[in-house]
Nanobody
Framework: VQLQAYGGGLVQAGDSLRLSCGAS????????MGWSRRPPGEGREFIAA????????YYANGVEGRFTITRDTVQNMLTLQMNNLKPEDTATYFC???????????????WGHGTLVTVSS
């Protein structure tokens, strides 16, 4: 499975941004996909995940209600809509694929290259 994330950029606090992640290869419908991020100088943290088969979504505390994860199983595309961005959302964002437990736990077998999101105050 190959993953390609894009959509990062520089925005101001309160703005919105949408990240996308295209997936190619053998997409198993029992899998999940999700997003993690690595703030500057910190470790990677789970943000959101979605089951590929039944659309169940999972969010980390602090982003639920502001971020929305969706997937398109026809285009094999994952998106993360981020609203009301805050400076503390500044990070490199990574998409990941695997079973739901590995994606939520940050141990997914497949990862895309990161895309940088910078939120200015």
């Amino acid at each position: 499975v190959q993953l390609q994330a894009y959509g990062g950029g520089l925005v101001q606090a309160g703005d919105s941004l949408r990240l996308s992640c295209g997936a190619s290869g053998s997409i198993d419908r029992t899998f999940a996909m999700g997003w993690s991020r690595r703030p500057p100088g910190e470790g990677r943290e789970f943000i959101a995940a979605i089951s590929w088969s039944n659309d169940h979504a999972y969010y980390a505390n602090g982003v639920e209600g502001r971020f929305t994860i969706t997937r398109d199983t026809v285009q094999n595309m994952l998106t993360l809509q981020m609203n009301n961005l805050k400076p503390e959302d500044t990070a490199t964002y990574f998409c990941a694929a695997g079973d739901i437990y590995s994606v939520v736990g940050g141990r997914a077998p497949w990862w895309g290259h990161g895309t940088l999101v910078t939120v200015s105050s």
